[in-house]
């Protein structure tokens, strides 16, 4: 069950990476640590007491899934945003601006969009928020002896600057689908359609392009053709092999020929090498 949870957090990181990156205005590094299994209890001890917390239902799962945020995160990133170098000294508080505020409800929202779509591998999940507070002590969403998987993300704007982002699943909500997250999850680069491929490749042999050969590239002074007038008849030597060309790239060689009475071009090689 952890395996796969692992494999759903590798994809998830990289989507927070690009949710970060233009708030931040630079590239963050998002690294995803193996989830865990701990109590509530033991988890709530270890986290700030000044923090993001939104609490949410996931349906069908049992239970609440929280997503904890570090409040100097926050903080940093909305001085970030607004053009600053995000290391400006910040007071002891116990609330979040109004600025703040709405980049939370941004992030979270987001964070959990992508969740949602790197779980639907697994099984399709419904979130929905029941509510936010500034601090694990005024959320009651679990009993201290409560087994929970934690899955955290590391995220940083450079070696002084790292926080974590945790989200906090009941490990009984999680045993419900255990089959289904011992499945093999498919990578971003990985994930294929074969229908959509198949019609993919009918189109493309329908496709027409223009096919055009060369037999003779006269050269002539710029006095000459300003000369040229109707009647005249300019010498051309056409060599034994002619190029066939698609597009700008030489496709073949081969010969003109006629067959039924037409014009035909008759391949004797294809072109290999820098000329394709």
């Known amino acids: 069950m952890l395996s796969g949870l692992d494999r759903l957090g590798e994809k998830l990181g990289r989507r927070i990476r690009a949710l970060i990156e233009p708030i931040s205005g630079i590239r963050p590094h998002v690294a995803a640590e193996d989830a865990r299994v701990v109590e509530f209890g033991a988890w709530s001890a270890g986290a700030p007491n000044f923090c993001s917390l939104s609490i949410y239902r996931l349906l069908p799962l049992k239970g609440q899934m929280l997503l904890c945020m570090d ?15 995000g290391n400006r000294a910040l007071p002891a508080r116990g609330e979040f601006t109004p600025t703040e505020d709405r980049l939370i409800a941004r992030l979270s929202e987001t964070i959990m969009a992508r969740m949602v779509e790197c779980w639907s591998e697994v099984l399709p999940l419904e979130p929905g928020l029941l509510l936010r507070e500034t601090g694990i002590g005024f959320a009651a ?42 499945s093999k999850v498919a990578s971003d680069d990985e994930h294929v359609d074969p229908v959509w491929q198949a019609r993919v490749a009918r189109r493309m042999r329908d496709i027409r392009l223009p096919a055009r ?59 290999q090498g820098p000329e394709q």
């Open 71 to 85: 409040a100097t995160m926050i903080s940093t990133l909305v001085d970030c945003f607004y053009g600053g170098l």
């Open 141 to 182: 969403a679990a009993q201290p002896a409560d087994q929970m998987v934690v899955q955290r993300f590391r995220v940083g704007l450079d070696r002084d600057r790292e926080w974590s982002i945790d989200m906090v699943f009941p490990l009984a909500a999680l045993r419900g689908v255990e089959a289904l997250m011992g």
């Open 213 to 271: 050969t060369v037999l003779a590239r006269p050269n002539l002074s710029l006095a000459e053709l300003m000369q040229l007038k109707t009647g005249d008849i300019i010498p051309v030597t056409i060599g034994r092999s002619l190029p066939l060309i698609v597009g700008d790239r030489i496709v073949a060689h081969g010969t003109i020929g006629e067959q039924d009475g037409r014009a035909a071009f008759q391949i004797e090689k294809i072109a």
